[in-house]
């Protein structure tokens, strides 16, 4: 080991730099019938470097709600789950979530009051 180097420090550098290869950008958007009501929650999954357990896992959930079309951002993000309701018994609702331009997971429905489930894990 180099004189004057710091285990610690090094180890923090070291997992901070794997983090930050794990996380990335999401985009999820809520489309389907313009103006389509809608009810749902998503969690954002983030890690952080801890002295303690080395890496600190978090999430944190989101309500929303609105019209179609809708978009919602989670930064830095090891993962990303979302769930979404219809809130009548017309038109169709499709969730989509993105990295970048990349399309990663989508679901539709057309059923009345119909939920769908979409997921993100970065590998």
């Not at 019938?33 to 890496?55: H, I, M």
Request: proline content about 2%; hydrophobic content about 40%.
């Amino acid at each position: 080991m180099p004189v004057g180097c710091n285990v610690e420090d090094m180890l923090k550098d070291t997992i901070e730099s794997v983090i930050a290869g794990l996380t990335v950008n999401y985009t999820i958007e809520v489309g389907g019938t313009e103006g389509l009501n809608f009810s749902g929650r998503y969690v954002v999954v983030t890690q952080e470097y801890d002295s303690v357990n080395v890496v600190a896992s978090n999430s944190h959930s989101y309500n929303v709600s609105g019209n179609v079309p809708a978009q919602y951002k989670a930064e830095n993000a090891v993962s990303v789950a979302g769930m979404f309701q219809k809130k009548s018994e017309e038109g169709t609702l499709e969730v989509k979530i993105l990295k970048g331009e990349e399309l990663i997971d989508s679901a539709n429905t057309s059923d009345a009051w119909g939920a769908v489930l979409v997921t993100a894990v970065n590998q």
